[in-house]
């Protein structure tokens, strides 16, 4: 099957998709079989195109590389919005990176919902979307005999979800704890070095883990969200981010850091999800987590988590939660999943 | 498609794998689509009993945990040998699971030959032949159009080969390294606590770790073997066990656990595999590893791998490397792969 695919939304993430396809293109087709086809992109900013005979990857990175957008790209229709991209495209999968709205999930809900009802399957890291409807997703994809994969929402690229969902398959899992935020777990790992919470802030500013306002990191809400989309996606569940018991890390102190290490712990942003009979808990807030535990010796922005099943007890994976080659082979393992099933067929 | 399976070697491991399918039945079915019929048991002690109507998982279990074995079965044919087993029944797949022979494979790599001859696929936990011929067992498997899946043969069910393989699809793999052997790591453990390795040696017989010979473990053979298949199953290497610089954990003194400690470091059995260019070097040692590296602070009988990617830099997987249900959920997460597989075409 050949994967003729709009990419709605062209910042970091699908930048990164497509400069992994422009290099990977003849091994992805010899390795994995893919037979993948650029034929729009369409972003407000950056510039929308599409051609009908497939845009040419090289061509569209180069072009970012010397103006920053596509707007010079050679041929094709120009400036068709992302609606009529997913609709009126002869394209059969929709890669959704807009921006993320937990509140309303839009324009990205907008872009799925429409994407499946045209029987276009979905890859996207846009969290808003499945934090808010994933079960209402997943039936329309199913009703029109598509998918709609979305690795990346947790832990960007670091198998999280296909892994709980597929590599666990046959296993009970009854806790998913993890350290989900890179930025909050950076400002701690500075702590522990000595540094006063504004300094680490500020630090990771400089280094662009943190936003100018931290809000969304700091008080815990991106963790939050990812903690709605383990809880519905991985356990079942059906809880939204108003069920989350939620703290963040500006009330740790220096000494509450100390005091932790000196009994052999560390203070950690713990995401989590318990299920209890048929009842899903969920939370996010410092924790002390003994220094024995794979968590705990997490440090700096690597995410991590620990998922506790019925057959192999717990299960730890490591990796990074953010960045743009990252988060690009987040939606490129989704479609090499996608490619497998179609494949053998 | 319905899954006729014969089990040929009735230890453990696939003894684990019909406890887990007798309890999960109709969750596996609901869940994950899996029709599955165990039709027949071939073990040269523990019986062997094949029915053309399906065999009873609950009577088989109830049966094993009165008896210790299967002979009393009410119904079907007694006493066919392995290969008839494999050849002669209506089955569509084979679990391997007789012992390891990591000289010659045998009895395992004939039947898992005669199995993919006869068109059935298999799935084994058998490290021996997939360590001599892997490359001719999957050749074989594409050749009559079936599957061959071992999950099992590395860190049990802890998701390792598949995670390598499917999870980070596209990713790049110039590395692994892992600690793959449980019984050293606990003993290299119980060092650092301060027992000395021949009291730490005889803790490990007595927990039931390590064997009454622990040459395979302590001397770094089965450590080598996995390393062998990681390197051409993870790497596209064609390696054996000969290849391997191989160095057990025998030489090792409780000073020199001390020291590494004192220089904030821990020693492991690592395992590794590194690719540069087109060659491959494998190896198994111990090693000083930072408390900083995510294996350092991988205790007791546990083991893990780190994989060095190019799109997400390091992915390290923490997990169980042993244990009947353990081993038994490596086997059916195989199985649910397969069934995804055949149940999209």
Redesign the interface.
């Known amino acids: 099957m050949k994967w003729k695919t709009a990419v709605i939304g062209f910042g970091n993430v699908s930048q990164g998709l497509v400069r ?1 396809l422009a290099s ?1 293109k003849e ?2 087709k010899e390795k ?1 079989g893919l037979d993948f086809q650029l034929m729009a992109i369409s972003d407000p900013v950056k510039g929308s195109v599409y051609d009908k005979n497939g845009l040419d990857l090289a061509k569209i990175v180069e072009l970012l590389e010397r103006t920053g957008n596509i707007k010079g790209y050679p041929t094709g229709v120009k400036n068709l919005d992302s609606i009529k991209t997913i609709k009126e495209t002869d394209t059969n999968l929709i890669v959704e990176t807009t921006p993320t709205n937990v509140k309303t999930g839009e324009p990205g809900l907008t872009h799925m919902k429409t994407a499946l009802q045209s029987k276009k399957s979905v890859v996207t890291t846009n969290k808003g979307p499945i934090a808010l409807a994933y079960p209402e997703l997943k039936k329309l994809a199913e009703e029109n005999g598509v998918y709609i994969r979305f690795e990346g929402t947790v832990l ?4 999280s979800l ?2 709980a969902l ?7 899992i009854s806790k998913v704890q993890g350290i989900v935020n890179g930025t909050t777990n950076f400002i701690l790992t500075k702590m522990e070095e000595g540094k006063a919470y504004e300094d680490a802030l500020k630090e990771a500013q400089e280094l662009g883990y943190a936003e100018t306002d931290p809000t969304a990191d700091v008080e815990g809400w991106d963790a939050a969200v990812k903690t709605v989309i383990m809880a519905n996606v991985v356990m079942g569940g059906n809880v939204t981010i108003g069920d989350i018991h939620r703290k963040g890390i500006t009330g740790i102190a220096l000494e509450d850091v100390r005091k932790a290490k000196e009994n052999n712990k560390r203070i950690k942003l713990i995401a989590e999800v318990v299920k209890e009979g048929d009842k899903i808990n969920v939370s996010v807030s410092p924790k002390e987590v003994p ?2 535990h ?1 968590l ?4 700096n922005a690597i995410n991590a988590l620990t998922f506790t099943t019925d ?10 939660g953010a960045g743009r ?2 988060t ?2 987040a939606l ?2 989704d479609i ?2 996608l490619n ?3 494949r ?2």
Chains 1, 2 share one sequence.
């Not at 960007?156 to 198998?159: A, I, K, R, V, Y």
């Open positions: 992994i990977k091994m992805l994995y960007s690229g670091t198998p296909n892994l597929e590599a666990l398959a046959g296993c009970s220094l024995t794979p705990a010796n997490v440090m057959h192999l007890g717990d299960i730890t994976i490591i990796g990074p080659v990252e690009g082979q490129l393992s090499l999943a497998k099933l179609f053998s067929s």
